[in-house]
T-cell receptor, first 116, second 111 residues
Framework: GAVVSQHPSWVICKSGTSVKIECRSL??????MFWYRQFPKQSLMLMAT?????????EQGVEKDKFLINHASLTLSTLTVTSAHPEDSSFYIC????????????FGEGSRLTVL | GQQVMQIPQYQHVQEGEDFTTYCNSS?????IQWYKQRPGGHPVFLIQ?????EVKKQKRLTFQFGEAKKNSSLHITATQTTDVGTYFC???????????FGQGTRLTINP
């Protein structure tokens, strides 16, 4: 199957700093990417939908100024957590969909963010 | 908003026993997908169901999509330790891009 690479896998940062997470589709062009947040032993909460070349669509309750999403190319989307605080500590996962509109999602490995 | 409810939240079985997880949507779905997430890992696609009443099998796994396209189930026959993980259903509304994930069912197995 298709491969989606997410980097970094782990990141620890100080409160108030910003952290960028990258999501790359390695062997296909991802017209749409999704960013999720997952708390321990809980489900995937969709944060935003990112379409290449356009602004991301954020879910209700997700602060767009805090979670900046950029999808500048068909193979790369980035999530920047700005001015991170301990409550932002979580597991962030991206997923990408290539061709078919209703096709399966390919997930990245996830990035565990810990804010001290 | 659209909700997808999944039960049970946890299931512990003896190896060799069967396992079933159920998904129910508040609205009619265009299609439903199932994913498996191993402990410490990321979700991996298992299958997609599109047609009303559809049943699909993958070895010991049987997936069903309800006639009204509002509910779905995943049944595992004779569980093995490799089946351990969290199983998520994810539903999509007609014309929508995003999938709405259920809460997941965490399966643990006593060997």
């Amino acid at each position: 199957g298709a491969v989606v690479s997410q980097h970094p896998s782990w990141v620890i940062c100080k409160s108030g700093t910003s952290v960028k997470i990258e999501c790359r589709s390695l062997d296909f062009q991802a017209t749409t990417m999704f960013w999720y947040r997952q708390f321990p032993k809980q489900s995937l909460m969709l944060m935003a939908t990112s379409n290449e070349g356009s602004k991301a669509t954020y879910e209700q309750g997700v602060e767009k100024d805090k979670f900046l999403i950029n999808h500048a190319s068909l193979t790369l989307s980035t999530l920047t957590v700005t001015s991170a605080h301990p409550e932002d500590s979580s597991f962030y996962i991206c997923s990408a969909r290539g061709g078919a509109y209703t096709g399966e999602l390919f997930f990245g490995e996830g990035s565990r963010l810990t804010v001290l | 908003g659209q909700q997808v409810m999944q039960i049970p939240q946890y299931q512990h079985v003896q190896e060799g026993e069967d396992f079933t997880t159920y998904c129910n949507s508040s609205t009619t779905l265009s299609n439903i997908q199932w994913y498996k997430q191993r402990p410490g890992g990321h979700p991996v696609f298992l299958i997609q169901l599109v047609k009303s009443g559809e049943v699909k099998k993958q070895k010991r796994l049987t997936f069903q999509f309800g006639e009204a396209k509002k509910n779905s189930s995943l049944h595992i026959t004779a569980t093995q330790t490799t089946d351990v993980g969290t199983y998520f259903c994810a539903g999509r509304l007609q014309g929508a891009q995003k999938l709405v994930f259920g809460q997941g069912t965490r399966l643990t197995i006593n060997p």
